[in-house]
């Protein structure tokens, strides 16, 4: 299995992004697919997941109201909807796969995820 994430960049406080992240190899039914950030010399944090047969959704408090994930069954991709950025949005965001035989609640803990794409990074500027 494969995470490869695409659309951070810089953008100016205020703004919007969409952070892409296509899944190689088959997912399964109950899997769960989160979006985690780290901002230099902080921990990893999580931001938002969603469980992939029902899109049951959870974010961070930080994003919540701003942020919204989505994903696409047909392309095996999920999304970031990222707005009303700011400078403490700044960080490499990472795709990560929670791999479930059984429905399970969505977690916010990077142990939980076995799967890790590369990052991409997203800057915002103040």
């Known amino acids: 299995v494969q995470l490869i994430e695409s659309g951070g960049g810089l953008v100016q406080a205020g703004g919007s992004l969409r952070l892409s992240c296509v899944i190689s190899?088959?997912?399964?039914?109950?899997?769960?697919m989160a979006w985690f950030r780290q901002a230099p010399g902080e921990e990893r944090e999580f931001v938002a997941a969603?469980?992939?047969?029902?899109?049951?959704?959870l974010y961070a408090d930080s994003v919540k109201g701003r942020f919204i994930i989505t994903r696409d069954n047909t392309k095996n991709t999920v999304f970031l909807q990222m707005n009303n950025l700011k400078p403490e949005d700044t960080g490499v965001y990472y795709c990560?796969?929670?791999?479930?035989?059984?429905?399970?609640?969505?977690?916010?803990?990077?142990?939980?995820?076995?799967?890790w794409g590369q990052g991409t990074q997203v800057t915002v500027s103040s």
């Open positions: 190899g088959r997912l399964r039914t109950h899997d769960i």
């Open positions: 990560a796969r929670n791999e479930r035989f059984i429905q399970f609640p969505l977690t916010t803990g990077a142990y939980d995820y076995g799967f």
């Open positions: 969603i469980r992939w047969s029902d899109v049951t959704n």
